[in-house]
T-cell receptor, first 115, second 113 residues
Framework: NAGVMQNPRHLVRRRGQEARLRCSPMKGHSHVYWYRQLPEEGLKFMVYLQKENIIDESGMPKERFSAEFPKEGPSILRIQQVVRGDSAAYFC?????????????FGPGTRLTVT | GESVGLHLPTLSVQEGDNSIINCAYSNSASDYFIWYKQESGKGPQFIIDIRSNMDKRQGQRVTVLLNKTVKHLSLQIAATQPGDSAVYFCAERGLGGGNKLTFGTGTQLKVEL
């Protein structure tokens, strides 16, 4: 009965490197959401995906950020050429088919530090 | 104890007292609201939700009040316990429905023994 899993829990990258954050949804969940949280702030929506399909990416920065949720395997949030401003906690949530907002179950997050 | 949301990010209460955490939302078209609890180093955890056609909803030790006239949401925690210490966020679902949530800044609740 595992919950949403994210790895790594902590990630350190130098400026200019790539960061890959993984999210495995709860069993039976086919919808994934990514949020970013800066220190002392609330979560900011980034992207909403179903298997092999991006539903809403209105919160994604236009450059360097991409997300995917393949038919098999975890969802991946990819940040290319990281900058210090990308340092944040990135949370993934999953929900079942046709689940409402209250059914978004959050993972423990990945804390990205860019040095 | 009572907070004023964004203007008072930390709320300290004595164990056993009631806590009131406030949130002002901005989108008058929001139709659904959720309160989350986030403990240090963890992801947000669902506490309670309320739809815009209601003004009050009760759970176990928690009550959410919604005042659409002034776009204000509050979370009341009865008999606050040390385990309630966390950051509390309100979130709203706005135009277009779907599952995209907009989170508030949060209020840190500290329970003193």
């Amino acid at each position: 009965n595992a919950g949403v899993m994210q790895n790594p829990r902590h990630l350190v990258r130098r400026r200019g490197q790539e960061a890959r954050l993984r999210c495995s949804p709860m069993k039976g969940h086919s919808h994934v959401y990514w949020y970013r949280q800066l220190p002392e702030e609330g979560l900011k929506f980034m992207v909403y995906l179903q298997k092999e399909n991006i539903i809403d990416e209105s919160g994604m920065p236009k450059e360097r950020f991409s997300a995917e949720f393949p038919k098999e395997g975890p969802s991946i949030l990819r940040i290319q050429q990281v900058v210090r401003g990308d340092s944040a906690a990135y949370f993934c949530a999953s929900s079942p088919i046709a689940g409402g907002p209250h059914e978004q179950y959050f993972g423990p997050g990945t804390r990205l530090t860019v040095t | 104890g009572e907070s004023v949301g964004l203007h008072l990010p930390t709320l300290s209460v004595q164990e056993g007292d009631n806590s009131i955490i406030n949130c002002a939302y901005s989108n008058s078209a929001s139709d659904y609201f959720i309160w989350y609890k986030q403990e240090s180093g963890k992801g947000p955890q669902f506490i309670i939700d309320i739809r815009s056609n209601m003004d009050k909803r009760q759970g176990q030790r928690v009550t959410v009040l919604l005042n659409k006239t002034v776009k204000h949401l509050s979370l009341q925690i009865a008999a606050t316990q040390p385990g309630d210490s966390a950051v509390y966020f309100c979130a709203e679902r706005g135009l277009g429905g779907g599952n995209k949530l907009t989170f508030g800044t949060g209020t840190q609740l500290k329970v003193e023994l």
